[in-house]
């Protein structure tokens, strides 16, 4: 009798050692498999570009905007300097904070001091922003704050 629950105590031992066994096998595969996952999906970042080092050089430049600077020049003179202006007396001035006759004397000032406020073309030949638009902005930026 003593035997046999000797050998039974033993088959036990071996069988919880085959569980205990099994069972580490199978955490070793699942933990096996989550690093393998793991590494799959970094490699699908840097395939995709998430999260990864980008090379300027292989990405795709944005388009130019071509800017139509004759139709800005026309839309500042009919709101602000033409004789009958969509923005009169304080309305400009409440908009830049300096009345009309001390801008257009502004500009005319800049016009002849600096040529960077000269209007220009660029290197392809094409008109750049008119005078008025590129004194104009600076003073509403300062008058907006």
Same mark, same amino acid.
């Given at each position: 009798?003593?035997?046999?629950?000797?050998?039974?105590?033993?088959?036990?031992?071996?069988?919880?050692?085959?569980?205990?066994?099994?069972?580490?096998?199978?955490?070793?595969?699942?933990?096996?498999?989550?690093?393998?996952?793991?590494?799959?999906?970094?490699?699908?970042?840097?395939?995709?570009?998430?999260?990864?080092?980008?090379?300027? +050089? =292989?990405? $795709?430049?944005?388009?130019?905007?071509? &800017?139509?600077?004759? #139709?800005?020049?026309?839309?500042?003179?009919?709101?602000?300097?033409?004789?009958?202006?969509?923005?009169?007396?304080?309305?400009?001035?409440?908009?830049?904070?300096?009345?009309?006759?001390?801008?257009?004397?502004?500009?005319?000032?800049?016009?002849?001091?600096?040529?960077?406020?000269?209007?220009?073309?660029?290197?392809?030949? +094409? =008109?750049? $922003?008119?005078?008025?638009?590129?004194? &104009?902005?600076?003073? #509403?930026?300062?008058?907006?704050?």
């Amino acid at each position: 009798l003593i035997e046999k629950e000797e050998e039974e105590e033993e088959e036990n031992d071996n069988y919880e050692i085959q569980m205990a066994t099994r069972f580490s096998v199978i955490l070793a595969n699942n933990a096996l498999l989550a690093l393998l996952l793991q590494e799959q999906e970094l490699i699908d970042k840097e395939d995709t570009g998430e999260d990864a080092k980008l090379d300027h +050089r =292989v990405l $795709p430049r944005a388009s130019k905007i071509f &800017m139509d600077h004759e #139709r800005a020049s026309l839309c500042i003179g009919r709101d602000y300097l033409d004789l009958n202006p969509s923005f009169k007396g304080r309305e400009f001035e409440t908009m830049f904070r300096i009345s009309r006759p001390r801008f257009e004397s502004l500009c005319q000032a800049l016009t002849h001091h600096n040529k960077f406020w000269c209007q220009n073309k660029d290197m392809c030949g +094409r =008109v750049g $922003p008119c005078t008025l638009a590129e004194e &104009m902005l600076p003073l #509403r930026s300062l008058g907006y704050g």
